[in-house]
């Protein structure tokens, strides 16, 4: 059948996919994010990365059966609107990016949260194909989470999965967000980083920011953090385990909870780090599951970064065929 685009709209880059019928991936392409400049030209950067996933799978954007979008701020799927996109400028009321992709496109567009979609690429067509019931923890620049339970998606009324800010510590660290102790404040690579920044400036040694300036970024992005840790750097050493801690704790509650079957780590983070991590990440959430003699599988999300654009295309609108 017809071909679906999907597009994983992240606070640095874009990212889009052309899949067939089954979800599989026949070209993609990628850009940066134009954060500083808007919503209207953040649409027109993101259909322009469309149209090239697009001539990559040999096609023209045009004759796609329809694009899904996995964006992240606070997303109204019936309207196609997207409101407080923190990382990118003037986007703190409602913007109607379905409509102005649908028209820049010339294609039917859907519009769904970024975490939640990659999870559903991943329940569907990567690391959780044999389970039911999934958590997807993508451990980045924050901490985001979606849930499968019974093969459906759970969104809540909207604002479910927020695992990220699932409480690790009363009255703990600053968590992004505003509010204290979150998971977020000891796993999210921008709370890492603060942290970093703030012990280094105590005059702790590291290498984390010589590596930073060395590979010529401008925050400490998951390769500085891996090279960092590569050296035996001991801060990063230290806040990484900091990390895991969080994660396995917020993990292990969460399991608790809804005792899923299989947990899918991802996110850019995750991702990098890799399998030695996720077993780490698995001891440490082991110590908080209650029901220890049948504990879920913990995966790595098998999709990679292209899980997110993967799960976009699968809520493409496809006009009932
Ligand atoms: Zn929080």
Same mark, same amino acid.
């Given at each position: 059948?017809?071909?679906?685009?999907?597009?994983?709209?992240?606070?640095?880059?874009?990212?889009?996919?052309?899949?067939?019928?089954?979800?599989?991936?026949?070209?993609?392409?990628?850009?940066?994010?134009?954060?500083?400049?808007?919503?209207?030209?953040?649409?027109?950067?993101?259909? !322009?990365?469309?149209? #090239? /996933?697009?001539?990559? @799978? $040999?096609? *023209?954007?045009? &004759? %796609?059966? +329809?694009?899904?979008?996995?964006?992240?701020?606070?997303?109204?799927?019936?309207?196609?609107?997207?409101?407080?996109?923190?990382?990118?400028?003037?986007?703190?009321?409602?913007?109607?990016?379905?409509?102005?992709?649908?028209?820049?496109?010339?294609?039917?567009?859907?519009?769904?949260?970024?975490v939640?979609? !990659?999870?559903?690429? #991943? /329940?569907?067509?990567? @690391? $959780?194909? *044999?389970?039911? &019931? %999934?958590? +997807?923890v993508f451990w980045g620049t924050g901490v985001g989470g979606?849930?499968?339970?019974?093969?459906?998606?759970?969104?809540?009324?909207?604002?479910?999965g927020e695992i990220g800010h699932v409480v690790v510590?009363?009255?703990?660290?600053?968590c992004p967000c505003?509010r204290?102790?979150c998971m977020e404040a000891y796993a999210g690579r921008a709370a890492?980083?603060?942290?970093?920044?703030?012990?280094?400036?105590?005059?702790?040694?590291?290498?984390?920011?010589?590596?930073?300036?060395?590979?010529?970024?401008?925050?400490?992005?998951?390769?500085?953090?891996?090279?960092?840790?590569?050296?035996?750097?001991?801060?990063?050493?230290?806040?990484?385990?900091?990390?895991?801690?969080a994660l396995?704790?917020g993990v292990?509650?969460a399991?608790?909870?809804?005792?899923?079957?299989?947990?899918?780590?991802?996110g850019?983070?995750?991702?990098?780090?890799?399998?030695?991590?996720?077993?780490?990440?698995?001891?440490?959430?082991?110590?908080?599951?209650?029901?220890?003699?049948?504990?879920?599988?913990?995966?790595?999300?098998?999709?990679?970064?292209?899980?997110?654009?993967?799960?976009?295309?699968?809520?493409?609108?496809?006009?009932?065929?």
């Open positions: 059948m017809s071909m679906r685009g999907g597009i994983d709209l992240g606070g640095t880059k874009i990212q889009a996919v052309v899949v067939d019928a089954e979800g599989k991936p026949l070209g993609d392409a990628r850009g940066p994010t134009p954060h500083a400049r808007g919503p209207q030209e953040v649409a027109a950067a993101m259909a !322009a990365v469309m149209r #090239e /996933a697009a001539s990559a @799978a $040999g096609a *023209d954007a045009g &004759s %796609l059966a +329809g694009v899904g979008v996995g964006s992240p701020g606070e997303v109204d799927s019936e309207s196609g609107t997207v409101s407080n996109v923190v990382n990118i400028l003037d986007w703190s009321g409602p913007f109607p990016l379905g409509e102005t992709l649908a028209s820049e496109i010339g294609v039917p567009v859907a519009i769904a949260n970024d939640q979609v !990659a999870t559903e690429a #991943e /329940a569907t067509l990567g @690391a $959780g194909t *044999d389970y039911s &019931s %999934l958590l +997807g979606g849930i499968v339970l019974d093969g459906k998606p759970w969104v809540g009324r909207g604002a479910a510590r009363r009255g703990g660290a600053r505003g204290r102790g890492m980083e603060a942290r970093a920044r703030r012990r280094a400036g105590q005059g702790e040694r590291t290498v984390l920011f010589e590596i930073m300036e060395e590979r010529g970024r401008d925050r400490l992005a998951s390769g500085v953090w891996a090279r960092a840790l590569a050296h035996g750097d001991t801060l990063a050493q230290d806040l990484i385990e900091r990390a895991v801690k396995g704790a292990g509650s399991v608790n909870l809804l005792d899923v079957e299989a947990v899918v780590i991802g850019g983070l995750g991702l990098r780090f890799g399998e030695p991590m996720v077993d780490r990440i698995r001891a440490a959430m082991m110590r908080h599951v209650f029901s220890d003699e049948r504990p879920p599988v913990v995966r790595l999300a098998a999709l990679g970064d292209l899980g997110g654009a993967i799960g976009g295309a699968l809520r493409a609108p496809t006009g009932g065929g």
